[in-house]
């Protein structure tokens, strides 16, 4: 990673950068399987990425997993495999199998959990992760680890009382934590409009702390704010709010109509500012890469869907026996 000389942007180093796109190419391609098993009617629910996966991939190429400590919400698929977890680890949670080794399917899929990869396990509501998220940032610090915590939500989250007391008693304490909104404009069908008061990046001022927002779909630019955040944050200056402006190009989940709530212009108009396609442009004409070998990983991160499909549809499913394991009564 290069560092920032006079306010020049902190950028991904060359092999980063392929990464980058691998990450984002394996995400759609996962993405898409799973959206096609639902239609099948094999998977139950899913929240699909697509479009979103610049942001996702960036942020934790940004950061440092093993050591810090990663909250993403349902959606994030491409967060998710950039952090450590496999192709077939979501497959075995969106196809409910016992295996699962997440919750061993006695959760819905995407509740992302891992001791190992530092995922501790998110409650389903809607921005709950936010405070969990300011209590292991709280809990680093008192301990005096370098880690520091990130946290990703929707825009919806932040009209939730989570979002308000997480920025305020971060705030105040100036702990070590990331708050990551991936605003892609609906609150499932409510548009921001109609849900968020001004801005999200401007509420940060009210607990201060900064806010920034930044291009969603450029994954550069995503890139450069969450390594300036995460500095901050290590150098003891307390949290950051960045919202990231993104776009799901799919409904909210395979239980969605979203042609009720927006147009086919708005999601083409969006559609042709794909992340991957412009960043696979822009690695090409920089040398980076070939477009013989933007099309190699491109098949290689099918195929590797694939696999993990096969394998995935092998898995045994739960032991009906087993149901009320683990369950209070």
């Known amino acids: 990673m290069s560092t920032s000389v006079l306010g020049q942007p902190l950028t991904p180093s060359v092999e980063q950068q392929r990464a980058l796109l691998r990450l984002m190419l394996l995400a759609r391609a996962l993405d898409e399987r799973i959206w096609m098993l639902a239609q099948q009617g094999r998977v139950a629910i899913t929240g699909p990425c697509q479009g979103q996966e610049a942001a996702q991939v960036a942020s934790v190429l940004a950061l440092r997993p093993g050591l810090d400590l990663f909250f993403p919400y349902y959606r994030d698929v491409g967060m998710a495999l950039a952090i450590g977890f496999t192709p077939l680890d979501i497959l075995l949670g969106a196809l409910e199998k016992a295996s699962d080794p997440c919750s061993g399917a006695r959760q819905m899929p995407y509740h992302y959990t891992s001791a190992l990869l530092r995922v501790p396990t998110p409650s389903t509501s809607v921005a709950t992760q936010i405070p969990h998220a300011v209590g292991a940032a709280l809990a680093a610090k008192m301990r005096g680890e370098p880690a520091l915590a990130f946290v990703s939500f929707g825009d919806g989250a932040t009209s939730k009382a989570d979002f308000h007391e997480g920025l305020n008693f971060a705030g105040i304490h ?107 442009a822009r690695l090409v004409e920089q040398g980076v890469l070939d477009a013989a070998a933007v099309e190699v990983l491109a098949r290689e991160a099918r195929q590797a869907v694939e696999a993990a499909l096969r394998q995935a549809e092998a898995a045994p499913d739960p032991n009906p026996a087993t149901a009320r394991r683990h369950v209070y009564g």
């Open 174 to 280: 100036r702990l070590p934590v990331i708050f990551f909104c991936e605003n892609n404009g609906y609150a499932i069908s409510v548009p921001a409009r109609l849900q968020v008061a001004g801005g999200i990046a401007e509420r940060a001022a009210g607990y201060g702390l900064p806010g920034e927002r930044v291009d969603g779909m450029d994954p550069l630019a995503v890139y450069d704010a969450v390594a300036r955040a995460a500095a901050r944050a290590r150098q003891g200056e307390g949290p950051t709010l960045i919202e990231a402006r993104v776009y799901r190009f799919l409904p909210h989940t395979n239980a969605d109509d979203d042609r009720r709530y927006r147009t086919a212009e708005e999601v083409a108009h969006w559609r042709s500012r794909d992340p991957i396609p412009r960043f696979a």
